[in-house]
């Protein structure tokens, strides 16, 4: 089992910028590939990002791509989401998930935290 705790949600106008926590509760992170999903309300639940167990390799949404960035550091069991140039259409929750490889993170992943609002104002 694998609890993933979110942090860093929040509040900002639209250019600005936000940096979403995850942090992992087991040694074995690093064996985890990891993703960032969100859910707007109304809307079905989307893939934002994941990042190999290595970090060695990253995936991007369309609509994200150039202004998110993920990365991890296994040593503290935590991967982020840096986002610039945010969007009003950006607003929603956004979801830390975890899974064994970056198909299955993508696809189906096999935990998730409980999710981080934000908010960004036009």
């Known amino acids: 089992q694998v609890q993933l705790v979110e942090s860093g949600g929040g509040l900002v106008q639209a250019g600005g910028s936000l940096r979403l926590s995850c942090a992992a509760s087991r040694r074995t992170f690093s064996t985890y590939a990891m993703g960032w999903f969100r859910q707007a309300p109304g809307k079905e639940r989307e893939f934002v990002a994941a990042i190999t167990w290595s970090g060695g390799s990253t995936y991007y949404a369309d609509s994200v791509k150039g202004r998110f960035t993920i990365s991890r550091d296994n040593a503290k069991n935590t991967v982020y989401l840096e986002m610039n140039s945010l969007k009003p259409e950006d607003t929603a929750v956004y979801y830390c998930?975890?899974?064994?490889?970056?198909?299955?993170?993508?696809?189906?992943?096999?935990?998730w935290g409980q999710g981080t609002q934000v908010t960004v104002s036009s």
């Open positions: 998930a975890a899974g064994g490889s970056i198909g299955i993170v993508q696809a189906n992943p096999a935990y």
